[in-house]
Protein backbone atom coordinates (compact mmCIF):
# COMPACT_ATOMS: atom_id res chain seq x y z
CA UNK A 1 0.00 0.00 0.00
CA UNK A 2 1.18 3.40 -0.77
CA UNK A 3 1.90 6.03 1.63
CA UNK A 4 0.03 9.18 0.60
CA UNK A 5 2.80 12.49 1.30
CA UNK A 6 1.72 16.03 1.21
CA UNK A 7 4.24 18.25 1.54
CA UNK A 8 3.87 22.27 2.52
CA UNK A 9 6.48 22.98 -0.22
CA UNK A 10 8.72 21.45 -2.27
CA UNK A 11 12.06 24.16 -2.28
CA UNK A 12 15.12 23.92 -4.11
CA UNK A 13 17.18 22.99 -0.98
CA UNK A 14 14.44 20.21 -0.25
CA UNK A 15 15.18 18.62 -3.87
CA UNK A 16 19.83 19.63 -3.33
CA UNK A 17 19.24 17.40 -0.41
CA UNK A 18 17.23 14.41 -2.14
CA UNK A 19 19.97 14.68 -5.06
CA UNK A 20 22.84 14.59 -2.81
CA UNK A 21 21.48 11.70 -0.39
CA UNK A 22 20.28 9.91 -3.72
CA UNK A 23 23.77 10.57 -5.36
CA UNK A 24 25.73 9.02 -2.19
CA UNK A 25 23.57 6.04 -1.46
CA UNK A 26 21.61 5.19 -4.73
CA UNK A 27 23.70 3.98 -7.24
CA UNK A 28 20.38 3.49 -9.64
CA UNK A 29 19.95 7.72 -9.10
CA UNK A 30 23.48 8.17 -9.91
CA UNK A 31 23.37 6.90 -12.95
CA UNK A 32 21.24 9.01 -14.35
CA UNK A 33 23.77 11.51 -14.22
CA UNK A 34 26.65 9.06 -14.79
CA UNK A 35 24.82 8.28 -18.22
CA UNK A 36 25.12 11.57 -19.55
CA UNK A 37 28.67 11.95 -19.29
CA UNK A 38 29.40 7.78 -20.43
CA UNK A 39 30.67 6.73 -16.90
CA UNK A 40 29.76 3.13 -16.07
CA UNK A 41 29.90 3.63 -12.18
CA UNK A 42 32.14 5.63 -9.99
CA UNK A 43 32.97 5.65 -6.19
CA UNK A 44 31.72 8.90 -4.53
CA UNK A 45 34.47 10.75 -2.93
CA UNK A 46 32.37 13.95 -1.56
CA UNK A 47 29.32 15.61 -2.31
CA UNK A 48 28.87 18.85 -0.77
CA UNK A 49 25.90 21.71 -0.82
CA UNK A 50 26.86 25.74 -1.88
CA UNK A 51 30.17 25.47 -2.51
CA UNK A 52 31.33 28.84 -3.09
CA UNK A 53 33.85 30.94 -4.88
CA UNK A 54 34.18 34.30 -3.44
CA UNK A 55 35.00 35.83 -6.61
CA UNK A 56 32.72 33.10 -9.11
CA UNK A 57 30.02 32.39 -6.85
CA UNK A 58 28.04 29.27 -5.75
CA UNK A 59 27.48 25.75 -6.87
CA UNK A 60 24.14 24.81 -5.56
CA UNK A 61 25.67 20.88 -5.51
CA UNK A 62 29.13 19.80 -6.18
CA UNK A 63 30.17 15.92 -6.41
CA UNK A 64 33.63 14.37 -6.39
CA UNK A 65 34.18 11.10 -8.09
CA UNK A 66 36.53 8.67 -8.99
CA UNK A 67 36.25 6.53 -12.14
CA UNK A 68 38.38 5.10 -14.48
CA UNK A 69 41.38 6.21 -11.99
CA UNK A 70 40.80 9.50 -12.61
CA UNK A 71 38.70 12.34 -10.20
CA UNK A 72 35.69 13.54 -11.71
CA UNK A 73 33.66 16.70 -10.24
CA UNK A 74 29.94 17.18 -11.31
CA UNK A 75 28.87 20.94 -10.77
CA UNK A 76 24.97 20.56 -10.71
CA UNK A 77 22.24 23.79 -10.65
CA UNK A 78 19.09 22.55 -9.42
CA UNK A 79 16.29 24.73 -10.38
CA UNK A 80 12.52 23.87 -9.20
CA UNK A 81 11.55 27.70 -10.16
CA UNK A 82 13.37 30.60 -9.82
CA UNK A 83 14.75 32.01 -13.20
CA UNK A 84 18.22 31.23 -14.34
CA UNK A 85 20.30 33.84 -14.55
CA UNK A 86 22.54 35.20 -17.45
CA UNK A 87 26.14 33.79 -17.57
CA UNK A 88 25.06 31.34 -14.43
CA UNK A 89 26.47 28.15 -16.85
CA UNK A 90 29.44 29.77 -17.58
CA UNK A 91 30.16 30.80 -14.46
CA UNK A 92 29.80 27.17 -13.36
CA UNK A 93 32.51 26.30 -16.09
CA UNK A 94 34.64 29.00 -14.52
CA UNK A 95 34.30 27.52 -11.23
CA UNK A 96 35.18 23.80 -12.92
CA UNK A 97 37.73 24.74 -14.26
CA UNK A 98 39.08 26.42 -11.02
CA UNK A 99 38.89 23.03 -9.07
CA UNK A 100 41.16 20.84 -12.04
CA UNK A 101 43.80 23.89 -11.40
CA UNK A 102 43.53 23.67 -7.66
CA UNK A 103 44.07 20.05 -8.15
CA UNK A 104 39.80 19.18 -7.18
CA UNK A 105 39.51 17.09 -9.68
CA UNK A 106 41.26 15.55 -13.00
CA UNK A 107 38.54 16.69 -15.13
CA UNK A 108 34.33 18.38 -14.29
CA UNK A 109 31.27 18.42 -16.03
CA UNK A 110 28.20 21.09 -15.72
CA UNK A 111 24.96 19.87 -15.16
CA UNK A 112 21.53 21.33 -14.66
CA UNK A 113 19.05 19.34 -13.11
CA UNK A 114 15.51 21.15 -13.03
CA UNK A 115 11.55 19.83 -14.31
CA UNK A 116 11.37 19.46 -18.19
CA UNK A 117 9.33 22.43 -18.59
CA UNK A 118 11.82 24.70 -17.23
CA UNK A 119 14.82 23.04 -19.28
CA UNK A 120 12.76 23.20 -22.51
CA UNK A 121 11.50 27.03 -21.98
CA UNK A 122 14.16 28.65 -20.28
CA UNK A 123 16.86 29.94 -22.79
CA UNK A 124 19.24 30.20 -20.49
CA UNK A 125 18.69 26.29 -19.29
CA UNK A 126 19.93 25.27 -22.63
CA UNK A 127 23.61 26.57 -21.99
CA UNK A 128 24.33 23.80 -19.52
CA UNK A 129 26.01 20.90 -21.13
CA UNK A 130 24.14 18.22 -19.75
CA UNK A 131 20.45 18.49 -18.55
CA UNK A 132 18.65 16.28 -16.15
CA UNK A 133 15.10 16.72 -15.77
CA UNK A 134 12.69 15.79 -12.82
CA UNK A 135 10.98 13.68 -15.05
CA UNK A 136 13.80 11.39 -15.59
CA UNK A 137 14.12 11.20 -11.38
CA UNK A 138 10.48 10.74 -10.88
CA UNK A 139 10.72 7.84 -13.49
CA UNK A 140 13.52 6.49 -11.66
CA UNK A 141 12.07 6.47 -8.54
CA UNK A 142 8.55 5.39 -9.92
CA UNK A 143 10.18 2.04 -11.42
CA UNK A 144 12.08 0.87 -8.17
CA UNK A 145 10.47 -0.90 -5.37
CA UNK A 146 10.78 -0.12 -1.67
CA UNK A 147 8.77 2.89 0.25
CA UNK A 148 11.77 5.03 0.43
CA UNK A 149 11.21 5.48 -3.72
CA UNK A 150 7.36 5.69 -2.96
CA UNK A 151 8.39 8.86 -0.76
CA UNK A 152 10.71 10.27 -3.49
CA UNK A 153 8.50 10.25 -6.03
CA UNK A 154 5.97 12.06 -4.54
CA UNK A 155 8.78 14.72 -3.56
CA UNK A 156 9.71 15.01 -7.33
CA UNK A 157 6.33 14.92 -8.32
CA UNK A 158 4.93 18.18 -6.07
CA UNK A 159 8.24 20.13 -7.34
CA UNK A 160 7.09 19.53 -10.93
CA UNK A 161 3.75 20.44 -9.85
CA UNK A 162 5.20 23.51 -8.13
CA UNK A 163 7.31 24.23 -11.32
CA UNK A 164 3.70 24.17 -13.61
CA UNK A 165 2.14 27.02 -11.21
CA UNK A 166 4.68 28.19 -9.20
CA UNK A 167 6.39 32.05 -9.01
CA UNK A 168 8.46 33.69 -11.89
CA UNK A 169 10.02 36.40 -11.28
CA UNK A 170 9.34 39.84 -12.96
CA UNK A 171 11.94 42.38 -13.28
CA UNK A 172 12.15 45.61 -11.42
CA UNK A 173 14.58 47.36 -13.04
CA UNK A 174 14.86 49.79 -10.49
CA UNK A 175 15.97 47.22 -7.63
CA UNK A 176 18.01 45.02 -10.15
CA UNK A 177 20.02 48.51 -10.83
CA UNK A 178 20.40 48.68 -7.12
CA UNK A 179 21.62 45.53 -7.03
CA UNK A 180 24.55 46.13 -9.66
CA UNK A 181 25.84 49.35 -7.85
CA UNK A 182 25.38 47.59 -4.60
CA UNK A 183 27.75 44.89 -6.03
CA UNK A 184 30.50 47.25 -7.49
CA UNK A 185 30.57 49.46 -4.10
CA UNK A 186 31.14 46.41 -2.29
CA UNK A 187 33.97 44.63 -4.21
CA UNK A 188 35.74 48.69 -4.64
CA UNK A 189 35.06 49.37 -1.10
CA UNK A 190 34.33 46.58 1.59
CA UNK A 191 36.09 43.89 -0.98
CA UNK A 192 37.31 41.79 2.92
CA UNK A 193 33.32 41.41 2.91
CA UNK A 194 31.78 37.91 1.10
CA UNK A 195 29.15 39.32 -0.37
CA UNK A 196 27.70 36.41 -2.95
CA UNK A 197 25.97 38.51 -5.83
CA UNK A 198 24.29 36.74 -8.64
CA UNK A 199 23.69 38.97 -11.48
CA UNK A 200 20.73 38.95 -14.00
CA UNK A 201 17.48 40.27 -13.14
CA UNK A 202 15.66 41.20 -9.96
CA UNK A 203 12.14 40.95 -8.65
CA UNK A 204 10.49 43.99 -6.45
CA UNK A 205 11.04 41.54 -3.21
CA UNK A 206 14.69 41.11 -3.39
CA UNK A 207 15.75 42.97 -0.95
CA UNK A 208 18.08 40.61 1.42
CA UNK A 209 21.92 40.86 0.43
CA UNK A 210 23.37 37.68 1.64
CA UNK A 211 26.88 37.09 2.70
CA UNK A 212 28.99 33.45 3.47
CA UNK A 213 31.62 33.89 6.31
CA UNK A 214 34.75 31.95 7.57
CA UNK A 215 32.83 29.66 8.96
CA UNK A 216 30.55 26.85 7.11
CA UNK A 217 27.27 27.06 7.16
CA UNK A 218 26.93 30.73 8.75
CA UNK A 219 26.19 33.57 6.86
CA UNK A 220 24.32 36.44 7.91
CA UNK A 221 21.32 38.77 5.50
CA UNK A 222 21.54 42.30 5.23
CA UNK A 223 17.53 42.80 5.55
CA UNK A 224 17.57 46.36 4.09
CA UNK A 225 14.19 47.60 5.01
CA UNK A 226 14.47 46.43 8.56
CA UNK A 227 17.33 48.57 8.94
CA UNK A 228 19.42 45.34 10.41
CA UNK A 229 22.05 42.76 9.59
CA UNK A 230 21.09 39.73 10.99
CA UNK A 231 24.09 36.22 11.61
CA UNK A 232 21.74 33.77 10.94
CA UNK A 233 22.10 30.55 13.06
CA UNK A 234 19.69 28.03 11.32
CA UNK A 235 17.18 25.91 13.57
CA UNK A 236 19.07 27.14 16.60
CA UNK A 237 15.34 29.21 17.91
CA UNK A 238 15.30 28.02 21.07
CA UNK A 239 19.14 28.16 21.97
CA UNK A 240 19.05 31.62 22.09
CA UNK A 241 20.79 31.56 25.33
CA UNK A 242 23.62 29.47 23.83
CA UNK A 243 23.96 32.22 21.35
CA UNK A 244 24.40 34.75 24.01
CA UNK A 245 27.29 32.84 25.88
CA UNK A 246 28.81 32.29 23.08
CA UNK A 247 29.11 36.20 22.23
CA UNK A 248 29.53 36.73 25.93
CA UNK A 249 33.10 34.79 25.05
CA UNK A 250 33.90 36.94 22.34
CA UNK A 251 32.95 40.26 22.65
CA UNK A 252 33.36 42.33 25.97
CA UNK A 253 30.11 43.82 26.79
CA UNK A 254 28.41 42.84 23.65
CA UNK A 255 25.15 45.18 23.86
CA UNK A 256 26.98 48.52 24.53
CA UNK A 257 28.37 47.43 21.43
CA UNK A 258 25.05 47.31 19.59
CA UNK A 259 24.83 43.03 19.47
CA UNK A 260 21.33 41.93 19.95
CA UNK A 261 20.22 37.98 19.98
CA UNK A 262 16.93 37.68 18.32
CA UNK A 263 14.43 34.91 17.37
CA UNK A 264 14.20 35.06 13.80
CA UNK A 265 11.12 31.97 12.90
CA UNK A 266 12.84 28.93 13.58
CA UNK A 267 15.95 30.27 13.51
CA UNK A 268 18.10 32.62 15.60
CA UNK A 269 19.91 35.45 14.90
CA UNK A 270 22.85 37.66 16.10
CA UNK A 271 21.89 41.28 14.88
CA UNK A 272 23.15 44.31 14.17
CA UNK A 273 20.94 47.81 13.62
CA UNK A 274 22.08 49.89 10.05
CA UNK A 275 19.99 52.44 8.11
CA UNK A 276 16.81 51.60 6.69
CA UNK A 277 17.46 51.51 2.73
CA UNK A 278 15.05 51.10 -0.13
CA UNK A 279 16.24 49.19 -2.84
CA UNK A 280 13.52 50.46 -5.04
CA UNK A 281 15.19 54.51 -4.96
CA UNK A 282 18.87 55.33 -6.64
CA UNK A 283 21.79 54.34 -4.98
CA UNK A 284 23.37 57.41 -4.82
CA UNK A 285 20.51 58.81 -2.79
CA UNK A 286 21.73 56.81 0.00
CA UNK A 287 25.49 56.28 -0.74
CA UNK A 288 25.77 57.38 2.76
CA UNK A 289 23.27 55.52 4.36
CA UNK A 290 24.79 52.48 2.25
CA UNK A 291 28.46 52.92 3.62
CA UNK A 292 27.12 52.91 7.35
CA UNK A 293 25.42 49.48 6.54
CA UNK A 294 28.95 48.11 5.08
CA UNK A 295 30.70 49.62 8.02
CA UNK A 296 28.29 47.36 10.23
CA UNK A 297 28.71 44.57 8.08
CA UNK A 298 32.43 44.59 8.22
CA UNK A 299 32.01 44.52 11.61
CA UNK A 300 29.54 41.33 11.68
CA UNK A 301 32.15 40.03 9.25
CA UNK A 302 35.06 40.26 11.84
CA UNK A 303 33.21 39.20 14.78
CA UNK A 304 32.32 35.59 13.17
CA UNK A 305 36.15 35.60 12.41
CA UNK A 306 36.58 36.17 16.28
CA UNK A 307 34.37 33.23 16.68
CA UNK A 308 35.82 29.67 17.83
CA UNK A 309 34.39 27.67 14.62
CA UNK A 310 34.32 24.71 16.89
CA UNK A 311 31.76 26.33 19.02
CA UNK A 312 29.16 27.65 16.10
CA UNK A 313 29.58 23.86 14.51
CA UNK A 314 28.71 22.41 17.78
CA UNK A 315 25.30 25.11 17.72
CA UNK A 316 24.39 24.36 14.58
CA UNK A 317 24.45 20.60 14.62
CA UNK A 318 23.51 20.37 18.50
Known sequence: MTVSCIFDDVSERDMDMLIVEEMVSNAGFRKLFLDKIGISDADILSVELSKTDPALGESDI?????????????????????????????????RGERGVSDGLYNEFSVFIAA?????????????????????????????????????QAQKVSQAIKKQKTGYQVREDTAVTEFWRRYAEFQKAEFPDVWFLYSDGIKGANATWPRFHTVVKGLFFYHKSEFGCVDLTFEGCAERIGEIEL?????????????????????????????PVLDFHLPFDAQSEKIRECFTEIRRMNNLVKAFDPADVSALLTG
Open 246 to 274: LLQSTVDDYLKQGFTVQRTGKAAAIRLSV
Open 62 to 94: TVTLVAGGKRIGLLIEDKVDAIAMPEQAARYTL
Open 115 to 151: PQKYLSENHEAAKYPNRVSYEEMLAYFQSADGRRNEF
